[in-house]
T-cell receptor
Framework: DAKTTQPNSMESNEEEPVHLPCNHS???????IHWYRQLPSQGPEYVIH???SNVNNRMASLAIAEDRKSSTLILHRATLRDAAVYYCILNYPSGTYKYIFGTGTRLKVLA | DAGVTQSPTHLIKTRGQQVTLRCSPK?????VSWYQQALGQGPQFIFQYYEEEERQRGNFPDRFSGHQFPNYSSELNVNALLLGDSALYLC???????????FGQGTRLTVV
């Protein structure tokens, strides 16, 4: 039932930027794109969300394609603490927080 | 602010038994959702409570039931436990706006 597609795993060197891709070709006009991450032995943690425009916050940036069929989470300088599973989720149905999680992308950060 | 708190953190039950898991939402949040996360998988939506009523439900059998209290805290009950119910159970709270949900640390349930 997952409506997003992400690579299973990615690696990055510490202090380098990381671009985590997500495809969501069946997104509807009112679906928000949310990103969460889950560190080992913890519950998921909100990272960022957006609708159409690119978004920035203290944790990351979200770049959304013009046709909204894909998006990219950008960590500007990866640290060892960023090693986690990153989930891209469409807020379906819109605004009611029934998140459909996929298997996410496991990010490894190399020292 | 304590955030979302869940209890207990770990639990071991025997097949056929019943279990109750508890969740206190973040202050100011009135919506509570429950998720089941099997090892190596993403969380799966069980159901959501708002104004003390089940508002949405995922693809889970009737053995899974819940309740929300006037103070917005919530319980998840699972009857007739199966080995396959062993998982991390996560509670998430939110409020009526297009902002983030906050997750608790989860309850690790082991059915033997």
């Amino acid at each position: 039932d997952a409506k997003t597609t992400q690579p299973n795993s990615m690696e990055s060197n510490e202090e380098e930027p990381v671009h985590l891709p997500c495809n969501h070709s069946t997104i509807s006009g009112t679906d928000y794109i949310h990103w969460y991450r889950q560190l080992p032995s913890q519950g998921p943690e909100y990272v960022i969300h957006g609708l159409t425009s690119n978004v920035n916050n203290r944790m990351a940036s979200l770049a959304i394609a013009e046709d909204r069929k894909s998006s990219t989470l950008i960590l500007h300088r990866a640290t060892l603490r960023d090693a986690a599973v990153y989930y891209c989720i469409l807020n379906y149905p819109s605004g009611t927080y029934k998140y459909i999680f996929g298997t996410g992308t496991r990010l490894k950060v190399l020292a | 602010d304590a955030g979302v708190t869940q209890s207990p953190t770990h639990l071991i039950k025997t097949r056929g038994q019943q279990v109750t898991l508890r969740c206190s939402p973040k202050s100011g949040h009135d919506t509570v959702s429950w998720y089941q996360q099997a090892l190596g998988q993403g969380p799966q939506f069980i159901f959501q409570y708002y104004e003390e009523e089940e508002r949405q439900r995922g693809n889970f059998p009737d053995r899974f039931s819940g309740h929300q209290f006037p103070n917005y805290s919530s319980e998840l009950n699972v009857n007739a436990l199966l080995l396959g119910d062993s998982a991390l159970y996560l509670c998430a709270s939110s409020r009526p706006s297009r902002t983030e949900a906050f997750f608790g640390q989860g309850t690790r349930l082991t059915v033997v």
